[in-house]
DNA sequence: AATTTCCTCAACCGCTCTAGG
DNA sequence: CCCTAGAGCGGTTGAGGAAAT
């Protein structure tokens, strides 16, 4: 019944590590690598380790050049941006911070950087009431109501709504462009710039905590950050590798099933019915159906059919709102789907 | 000073992904 | 294709220390 066990649990030492088991498999690893092989490692150095934990203690610990505690602002900022933009892919943020492991990230992200972002009375706040009620629905039901919102969700929302409303910590982040998360290489070559666009540089307003889009494109999801206008490439990664291939990804959106960004600031809202809407970045949208976003009705309107309206900041930040709105909602939809 | 509660973080668990046969 | 073993990942646990009572 069920996967065999790595290694034999009856004969496996558990808990924290002794300094005599980190001298050896320290050394070991200096001396030969791991041999591409952490199963067999323990046996061949004598440890009584699992080869699973053997690999846990070199990656968090023992490896050179890993940083623990002492979390810097920037780095406080790049999770923060990267954890609404991605969830918690920790691996993925880990990969962004030299140093740091992405074990190292998610305790310091639940214990710490959480608690200071979102506040710690939860029962006396009304938002987190409203998480509370949805925590039970999560809880309660199985059903495919934008109600099953993943706490991961909530938790972006609530961060990028306080941050909207400058109450976040760092909101320096917001107005220091040194502070803002540097890409991967590989995606920075593809990063839209104002050099790269007049239009976009009279912005004078930028909003790094922007929009991140489902970009699909030869099997490639890339989100991104949409900063009024300015399309940011955040992170891409297979669909394939990412989505259960047996189900299709299908945005519930009332209207449209798939949401691509092209490299002229366009955005398809492709229809159902395989047609698409097409609309630059910059148009107004609004979410109908008042404030409850997760409610299942929620839809996304084009309000105007201006193609030019590059226009206030107000407008701009509701665009924004919105398009995260769906972010949120289209992963949503895929879980409940799965 | 003793006890309880809270907090941190290293480590574990179980699942998915991937490569190779 | 299918199966299997190993790697990798994210969620969770629990020991130990700190803070509160």
């Keep these: ?34 041999g591409g092989n952490w199963i067999a490692l323990p046996q061949k150095i004598g440890l009584k380790r699992c080869g699973k934990s053997c690999r846990l203690r070199w990656l968090n610990y023992l490896r050179p050049n890993i940083k623990h505690g ?22 993925i943020i880990a990969a962004q911070l030299p140093g740091r492991t992405d074990n190292d990230i998610k305790n310091y992200w639940n214990t710490k ?9 939860k029962q006396m706040n009304r ?13 309660n039901n199985n059903n495919k109501s934008p109600q099953n919102l993943s706490n991961s969700a909530l938790e972006r929302l609530q961060l990028h709504m306080q ?20 890409l991967h290489p590989l995606l920075q ?8 666009n007049p239009k ?26 949409i900063n009024n206008g300015v399309i940011s490439p955040l992170y891409s990664e297979n669909v394939e590798q990412s989505l259960n291939p047996t189900h299709e990804f299908q945005p519930n959106f009332g209207f449209s099933q798939d949401l691509r960004l092209d490299n002229h600031n366009n955005m398809d809202l492709m229809n159902r019915g395989g047609s698409k809407e097409l609309f630059q970045v910059g148009n107004e949208f609004e979410l109908t159906n008042g404030s409850s976003w997760w409610s299942e009705e929620v839809e996304l309107e084009r309000k105007t059919t201006s193609s030019s309206s590059w226009g206030s900041a107000s407008v701009l ?10 972010q949120d909602y289209a992963q949503m939809s895929y879980h409940s789907t799965v």
């Design 1 to 34: 019944m069920g996967r065999a066990p790595c290694c034999d649990k009856a004969n496996v030492k558990k808990g924290p590590w002794s300094p005599e088991e980190d001298v050896k498999l320290k050394d070991y690893i200096d001396k030969y690598g791991t």
């Design 70 to 91: 002492g979390f810097s602002e920037e780095e406080d900022s790049i999770i923060l941006s990267l954890y609404i933009s991605i969830g918690s892919r920790w691996s």
């Design 113 to 121: 950087l959480k608690k200071k972002l979102l506040g710690r009375q």
């Design 127 to 139: 938002q987190d009431s409203i998480t509370d009620s949805t925590e039970n629905n999560i809880s």
């Design 163 to 182: 941050l909207q409303n400058l109450q976040s910590p760092f909101s320096s982040f917001y107005n220091n462009p040194i502070l803002w998360p540097k």
């Design 189 to 196: 070559s593809t990063t839209t710039t104002p050099d790269q």
């Design 200 to 225: 976009l540089a009279s912005q004078e307003s930028f909003h790094p905590l922007g929009v991140n889009v489902d970009h699909h494109n030869n099997n490639n999801i890339k989100l991104a950050e």
């Design 317 to 326: 930040d509701q665009t924004t709102e919105g398009m995260v709105m769906l």
